[in-house]
């Protein structure tokens, strides 16, 4: 069983930053691919970034690209989400998703085998 464990959200400043971090229990975890996702209150949940099973392809969605970062370390079988230049709109339950390997990238909830927790992430104006 896969269980994943998010962390690092709380209160930002719109053009601050944030280091998300999820942790993954499992011997396969660089089996995975990675992805967060986000879901602001009265919305659905939707992509955010993902991050292939090699670590050497990333995709993100437009709102947040060339702002966030998805990196994972398979020796420590953590993956992360550095949040640069926040915005109020970025405030939302962030997830951590994993994945079989069988293609990327996915960006639909339902393509994705396990879900963390989430961890709440909130940016004042």
């Known amino acids: 069983q896969v269980q994943l464990v998010e962390s690092g959200g709380g209160l930002g400043q719109a053009g601050g930053s944030l280091r998300l971090s999820c942790a993954v229990s499992g011997r396969t975890f660089s089996s995975y691919a990675m992805a967060w996702f986000c879901q602001a209150p009265g919305k659905e949940r939707e992509f955010v970034a993902t991050?292939?099973?090699?670590?050497?392809?990333?995709y993100y969605a437009d709102s947040v690209k060339g702002r966030f970062t998805i990196s994972r370390d398979d020796a420590k079988n953590t993956v992360y989400l550095q949040m640069n230049g926040l915005k109020p709109e970025d405030t939302a339950v962030y997830y951590c998703?994993?994945?079989?390997?069988?293609?990327?990238?996915?960006?639909?909830?339902?393509?994705?085998?396990?879900w963390g927790q989430g961890t709440q992430v909130t940016v004042s104006s």
């Open positions: 998703a994993a994945a079989y390997p069988n293609h990327w990238p996915k960006v639909r909830t339902y393509e994705y085998n396990y």
């Open positions: 991050i292939s099973w090699s670590g050497g392809s990333t």
